[in-house]
């Protein structure tokens, strides 16, 4: 089993910035990738930012440019650093961790979701 704990949303004003952090622990593979999904009232859960296990980066279009998304290996931890913020931006961002068991299998794990607020 793996756990993640999510830390860093709030309420900020339009143009605001926050920094999503989500620490991992428990079982991990040596090839996780990690990452981070929002979820607005009403729409489906959506890709915001990804961190393959190589190293590889992938952001959502509606991010690009705004949001940065980093690693720390040694700590288990995922960031997201999210700039230039817009209502549209509102919505529950949760941490993603896919645990590799071989190229062939995979486990996902969430996080319970941590409340983003654009609002002025």
């Known amino acids: 089993q793996v756990q993640l704990v999510e830390s860093g949303g709030g309420l900020v004003q339009p143009g605001g910035s926050l920094r999503l952090s989500c620490a991992a622990s428990g079982r991990l593979f040596s090839r996780y990738d990690m990452g981070w999904y929002r979820q607005a009232p009403g729409k489906h859960r959506e890709l915001v930012a990804v961190i393959i296990s190589g190293g590889r980066i992938n952001y959502a279009d509606s991010v690009k440019g705004r949001f940065t998304i980093s690693r720390d290996n040694a700590k288990n931890t995922v960031y997201v650093q999210m700039n230039s913020l817009q209502p549209e931006d509102t919505a529950v961002y949760y941490c993603?961790?896919?645990?590799?068991?071989?190229?062939?299998?995979?486990?996902?794990?969430w996080g319970h979701g941590t409340q983003v607020t654009v609002s002025s």
């Open positions: 993603n961790v896919r645990n590799y068991y071989n190229d062939y299998a995979s486990v996902n794990y």
